[in-house]
């Protein structure tokens, strides 16, 4: 479901100009409720100003009357077909901050030693290197090999917890494949 323009400001239009319940908001949102009850309370977005979802061409007014009439009914966002989508990430390099570049050949390091049957081609998609690098590191001809520290690429925050383990049971299940042909 896609999401109204700047939720939080929508959330203090809504809790400021209609009856709305706070599940209703929340629902619209995707806020939780609590969050929106602390927005009506004044602890959060306290300086946010509210932003028109009826001007925004977002919600109708029948739509908020009918809303406010029948507690159970959801609000639904209104989407023009001519409205750009929101980027979505494409495969390939990813950013890597100066400051976790050198950390690199410590994750791949700890990457060879505890998890030996990913390939070099899942631990480049995983951290973001090249093969010769891991080859390098694999074969201990790296240039700073004697300062590398094999350090958990989750902890160096280089990849997510989710992605090493889905790698991690990628290989696992082709070489489970195999060991049966």
């Given amino acids: 479901m896609a999401t109204p323009l700047m939720p939080k400001a929508t959330a203090v239009w809504l809790l400021d100009n209609t009856t709305l319940t706070f599940k209703q ?5 995707e806020l939780h409720e609590l ?4 927005i009506a309370d004044g602890e959060v ?13 977002q919600l109708t007014k029948e739509q908020i009357a009918e809303c ?4 159970k009914q959801k609000l639904v966002l209104q989407v023009k077909e001519d409205t750009p989508s929101a980027a979505k990430r494409t495969k390939g390099a990813r950013y890597t901050p ?13 990457l060879i030693k505890h998890h030996e049957e990913l390939s070099d081609t ?11 690098t891991i080859e390098a590191i694999r074969n201990k001809t790296h240039k ?13 925050g280089l990849c997510k917890e989710i992605d090493l383990e ?11 494949k195999k060991a049966k042909k």
């Fill in 122 to 132: 899942q631990i480049g998609k995983l951290i973001g290197t090249t093969k010769n």
């Fill in 98 to 110: 100066m400051a976790k570049r050198t950390n690199k050949p410590d994750a791949i390091a700890w």
């Fill in 45 to 57: 977005a306290a300086n946010i100003v509210g932003l028109d979802p009826i001007k925004n061409e």
């Fill in 25 to 29: 908001i929340a629902d619209f949102c």
């Fill in 144 to 156: 700073s090999m004697v300062t590398i520290k094999p350090q958990n690429p989750v902890t160096l």
């Fill in 166 to 176: 889905k790698m991690i049971a990628i290989q696992t299940a082709k070489l489970a």
């Fill in 35 to 38: 969050e929106i009850q602390a």
């Fill in 68 to 71: 406010e009439a029948d507690r």
